[in-house]
């Protein structure tokens, strides 16, 4: 009895537990390279956005003026929509007389909700990688070894027993195997390489809330002492 060793062949042939485990492991693949597609485009939209709003922000731009062009965006976010949200707080405690620690306060706490959800979002999906890369390969050999025990369930049924009645069994059941680690190994690797991207915006965001707060510190010690007779 000849077998089919090709990918279909060897599919179509394993028993419908490890053709499921299969079908799961390609789905899970799948939607890995998609998630990896747009973390990768969203997280190169956020640093391209924090290049130019820092150049912009650092030449000098009178803050209000940057403040009513970036508002103007139906669309903000990134560093652009700390900035905005910061300056706002600013200028409506400002407006209330508070004094300059709260008003520095107050700014702080504004930048510091708007940048935890901007990294939340940019966080978005990559607990899916990396639950794909854990249990994949896992779910692979939970395959492999269904089909191996079925193939030695089969091979002791038959008098005689030879290794070209075994293999197909046998390697139908390492395909999954295989399957577990090429949606794995992609998964794993975007992870650790989105992580470290989202970290490393996160730092650059505290940074500007620290160094735009003192900024605004200044201005508000200065408008007082001004206001001041």
Known sequence: MESDLTFIGLFLQASFVVQLV??????????SWTFIFQRTKALKSAETEMRNFED????????NRLYQELSA???????SGIFCSGF????????????????VDGTYRA????MSREVEELESRLPFLATAGSISPYIGLFGTVWGIMNAFIALGEVQQATLAMVAPGIAEALIATAIGLFAAIPAVIAYNRFSHKVEKLENNYAN??????????????????????
Do not use: C, Y
């Not at 912009?56 to 803050?63: P, T």
């Open 73 to 79: 965006r139906t669309n903000i976010g990134g560093i």
């Open 208 to 229: 500007f809330m620290e160094e735009f707060s003192a900024i605004l510190h200044r201005q508000a010690i200065a408008a007082q002492q001004h206001q001041t007779p």
């Open 22 to 31: 299969m079908l799961l492991l390609l789905g899970v693949s799948v939607a």
């Open 111 to 114: 930048m510091r909700v708007t």
């Open 88 to 103: 706002k707080e600013f200028v409506r405690l400002r407006k209330g007389n508070t004094a300059v620690n709260g008003i």
């Open 56 to 63: 912009k922000f650092w030449s000098g731009a009178d803050l």
